[in-house]
């Protein structure tokens, strides 16, 4: 059995064209982030992978930002191996925060979209 997904909170539907409106802008972004992390983009719906990825980070960033959470191990240790995702073959923090910059943005983009469609 797979784990759920971030997408499995949003209506499909709306979820699906709100990628597809982000893509026309953002696709270069999703490419380079794909890149970044040594992720195919010959795949199958390879941007759903990583926008789910976006909203999994786009959580992290939250997690780690708001002191009155006090985040469980399992979410800590999914948040560093994203961290590690990014940052695998990195020879500076300047390109694993664009990176993270990138993850973030898509995700809060995408959320954007979503929430007009509603």
Not at 88 to 117: C, D, H, P
Request: charged share 25%.
């Amino acid at each position: 059995m797979q784990g759920s997904s971030p997408l499995d909170n949003y209506d499909i539907t709306i979820a699906r064209k709100s990628l597809q409106m982000l893509l026309i802008d953002r696709s270069n972004e999703f490419r380079e982030l794909a890149h970044g992390m040594g992720y195919p983009t010959s795949t199958k719906d390879w941007e759903t992978i990583i926008l789910n990825f976006c909203l999994d980070f786009n959580d992290c960033f939250k997690m780690w930002a708001d002191t009155k959470i006090s985040p469980e191990h399992n979410q800590v240790h999914k948040c560093m191996t994203q961290m590690r995702q990014i940052a695998m073959g990195k020879s500076s923090m300047v390109e694993v925060t664009k990176l993270q910059n990138l993850a973030y943005t898509l995700a809060e983009e995408f959320k954007s979209i979503y929430n007009r469609l509603k």
